[in-house]
């Protein structure tokens, strides 16, 4: 069984509090936020109603942690957004991670290549 981290992160500010780690095995099992809660000691100690967890797919964003100089979760999509090194020295701001504009990108890309297909068939025949 593979189970993806789990992200701890401050309702009201997106700090990540926690991360557990990504699961590869036969006897691996799903823990609920409670389950989490009392067993983590990076955890305890926090109000559950001030913490939320988000659930990762098995290596998502693998690269993007990587690369990154940190992430957060956005407080209002709920998602992750990460702070890349730029070449001009400083970091760039919180971004969505660069796995995802990648696969937009190149779903994009298909539909432009798509359409110009289309296109080229169209006036080819005329």
Do not use: C
Request: aromatic share 10%.
């Amino acid at each position: 069984m593979k189970i993806g981290p789990k992200v701890y992160w401050r309702k009201s500010s997106g700090e990540v509090i926690f991360m557990t780690s990504q699961v590869e095995s036969e006897s691996a099992r799903e823990t609920t936020k409670e389950d989490d809660m009392g067993f983590y000691p990076q955890l305890k100690g926090y109000d559950p109603g001030q913490v939320d967890v988000l659930k990762l797919e098995f290596d998502k964003y693998t690269e993007d942690f990587y690369h990154a100089t940190s992430y957060r979760v956005n407080p209002d999509t709920k998602t992750m957004e990460f702070t890349y090194p730029s070449n001009s020295g400083s970091d760039s701001p919180p971004t969505k991670p660069l796995t995802d504009q990648v696969a937009e990108l190149k779903t994009r890309q298909d539909s432009t290549e798509a359409a110009m297909l289309t296109l080229m068939d169209v006036t080819t025949k005329s």
